[in-house]
């Protein structure tokens, strides 16, 4: 059983590679094939035909049939194959012998030529190929009514035989620069998926940024808050050392989320941008109390028609804040910082100011390195403005989103 099988493996495996083969060469083959035809058609039509008392009928064929057989080649040498058929039919019509199926091959000759060349060319081929009917008519002594036919005929049957050759070589132009456009589409292709993936990568690096700083800085503010409470207020102490805590599982929480987000994105075929949950405005009070109880007072107002705003908006509202307080609590020992969210009727106007204590010396700017380029790149996407620069003994952010008048009420 186990030969029968491979015998039929062996034997699907050759009719594949039989069949490749064939169509690999199927141009060839459809050359022989038509040459074969012509061949036996020329030699049966002499065989039947009339033919000089002086010469037996096969005498043309040992000149016909060798002409006919150069179509094999007609892809490679095109033009001498022409040369050939045309100078072996105007002998044989000078003869007045028959020429069975040359006026044939000397149309397919043609088609050859003019099929790889320009215009220019189809009409030297032209005239050259009028030849042979012009011949035809001084050898037969043809009245005027027979000329002109016959003229007329050769004429037409090379318009119609150029014509084509001309259509098939304007399609391969056009099948080529579609096969060009179709390869510079597919390196387009790419190179959007590339550009996507960086764009990807860098808003995934902003996410990392923005979870990771703000969560140690509060860590780091929780720890400093029970460190100095340590010994004076043990009960204060042992309730920052739980938020701490909370602070911390939260921070790895959020981080494992993303992480799991990145590593099913691919599985599942999801858009990063419909990771859920999404942080919103509607976090900005939890963001605000967890930072609550160190040197820096912190007061946070709403102003204008609060309601619900795009998702874009809401998450690069929320970034934007948790930035800014991020940067508050590395640059700024103590003093008091104050949080504003402006709704207006087409933008949101955030607003994050901070002024230092007393005896602390203002930063020159709180916000370095990718802090800032993470922002401006945030808000540039939405169409928005971002500005950051001292102030008298402190600091002020202010960032102005776009949102639609008609969003939802809160």
């Not at 039989?18 to 060839?28: F, G, K």
């Not at 690069?316 to 991020?326: F, N, P, S, W």
Request: hydrophobic letters at 50%; a neutral charge; aromatic letters at 6%.
């Amino acid at each position: 059983m186990v030969d029968h099988a491979l015998g039929r493996t062996a034997a699907a495996t050759s009719r594949t590679g039989l069949w490749a083969w064939l169509v690999e060469h199927r141009a060839v083959l459809g050359d022989i094939a038509f040459v074969l035809v012509l061949a036996v058609a020329h030699g049966f039509d002499l065989s039947i035909g009339e033919h000089p008392p002086w010469m037996d009928w096969w005498w043309p064929m040992v000149v016909s049939v060798p002409a006919t057989a150069m179509l094999v080649l007609r892809r490679r040498m095109p033009w001498t194959v022409l040369l050939v058929v045309l100078a072996v039919t105007v002998a044989l019509t000078l003869l007045k012998l028959y020429i069975g199926g040359l006026n044939l091959a000397i149309l397919v000759a043609i088609y050859s030529v003019c099929v790889r060349g320009s215009l220019v060319v189809a009409v030297v081929v032209g005239l050259i190929a009028m030849v042979y009917p012009v011949t035809e008519m001084v050898v037969y002594e043809m009245t005027p009514v027979e000329s002109f036919l016959r003229i007329t005929g050769g004429v037409v049957n090379l318009v119609m035989v150029i014509g084509w050759a001309l259509a098939m070589q304007v399609g391969r132009r056009r099948a080529a620069q579609l096969e060009q456009t179709l390869a510079m589409l597919d390196d387009a292709r790419d190179q959007l998926a590339r550009d996507a993936a960086a764009v990807e990568r860098a808003r995934i690096a902003r996410e990392f940024h923005d979870i990771v700083s703000h969560n140690l800085s509060v860590v780091a503010l929780r720890a400093g808050v029970a460190r100095a409470l340590i010994d004076r207020d043990r009960e204060h102490a042992r309730q920052t050392l739980q938020e701490l805590e909370q602070s911390s599982r939260s921070a790895l929480g959020e981080m494992r989320h993303l992480l799991n987000a990145l590593r099913d994105r691919n599985s599942a075929g999801q858009d990063p941008m419909d990771w859920q949950p999404m942080p919103g405005l509607d976090g900005v009070d939890a963001l605000i109390d967890s930072v609550r109880g160190g040197q820096v007072e912190w007061r946070f107002d709403r102003r204008g028609q609060v309601r619900e705003l795009g998702s874009g908006v809401e998450v690069t509202a929320y970034r934007i804040v948790q930035e800014a307080m991020t940067n508050v609590l590395k640059h700024a020992g103590s003093g008091r910082a104050r949080v504003v969210l402006d709704y207006g009727p087409s933008a949101l106007r955030i607003e994050v100011t901070n002024l230092v204590g007393a005896g602390e010396v203002p930063p020159v700017s709180h916000l370095s390195g990718h802090g800032l380029i993470g922002l401006r790149e945030r808000v540039a996407l939405l169409g928005g403005t971002l500005t950051a620069h001292p102030i008298l003994n402190g600091f002020h952010l202010e960032a102005v989103l776009p949102c639609g008048e008609n969003s939802d009420l809160a």
